[in-house]
């Protein structure tokens, strides 16, 4: 089961996190990984481990919020069959402590990204024979989280994003769908401790831990093993869905 022997995704920010986890176990599941990150360096740990395990990884240093980059990068990766729209950046702060340039760089990134490789990868999508696409959205696209006004606003236009863009392919056998996430524990969540609450690190986590009603962070892996259910054919059912991935933030915390 969930085989993907003979397939070639992409992943946007597969160097670390979530983007890591899914590179991954895409790979182990036996498809050929593409990688594109901000510089190629920060995919090589992706890349070793991959390698290490037997499996097919290269990486592409490339800005996905830079259109013409973009499609000078699927063009050298040829068709494909598995889209992951990964990559995104996190900003704190309210619709009046957020400057217009902290706006711009969010919404440039978080949703013009995607934008980018969806115009780049579904004709490649389409010569492949059709595939699956997955866009990372969050919670904050679900429910209201406090000060994360254009994070919040930037996952909701991928969340309508995904739907739009199953609905629009649906008859060439393309498939998209999102998930949505709550607090998981990466390397963003460690230097967020480090930055704001360096004499208290353990304390904060456990904290931030337990704002899941589930008690604890989701690890990478758990969300990598969602993408790989809905990347394979027994997910064939299955588009223009959201799927949280939250320890019951969206329906327990009330």
């Not at 992409?10 to 594109?36: D, N, P």
């Not at 993408?227 to 997910?235: M, R, T, V």
């Amino acid at each position: 089961m969930f085989s993907l022997k003979n397939k070639k995704a992409v992943v946007t920010g597969g160097g670390s996190g979530i983007g890591r986890a899914i590179a991954t176990i895409l790979a182990k599941q036996g498809a050929e990984v593409h990688i594109i990150e901000l510089g190629t360096e920060h995919a090589q740990d992706t890349l070793d481990e991959i390698k290490t395990n037997g499996g097919s990884a290269f990486s592409y240093g490339c800005d996905v919020s830079d259109h013409n980059a973009v499609h000078e990068v699927f063009k050298q990766i040829g068709n494909i069959n598995i889209l992951i729209n990964n990559a995104g950046i996190a900003h704190i702060g309210k619709a009046d402590t957020t400057e217009e340039a902290d706006f711009d760089r969010v919404m440039r990134v978080n949703v013009k990204g995607v934008y980018n490789c969806l115009h780049a990868a579904i004709p490649q999508i389409r010569l492949a024979g059709g595939g699956v696409i997955i866009n990372m959205a969050s919670i904050a696209a679900l429910i209201g989280l406090p000060d994360r006004f254009v994070y919040s606003a930037a996952k909701g236009a991928v969340k309508a994003i995904t739907m739009s863009v199953a609905k629009d392919y649906i008859g060439e056998n393309i498939r998209c769908n999102s998930i949505s996430p709550a607090r998981v524990h990466t390397p963003f969540v460690d230097g967020f401790l480090q930055k704001n609450y360096p004499d208290n690190i353990p304390e904060m986590f456990e904290k931030l831990s337990k704002t899941q009603p589930i008690g604890r962070m989701a690890k990478p892996e758990e969300v990598g093993a969602l993408a790989l259910y809905l990347c394979s054919d027994e997910a064939s059912f299955i588009t223009g869905c959201d799927y949280p991935i939250d320890g019951g933030f969206t329906t327990l915390n009330n």
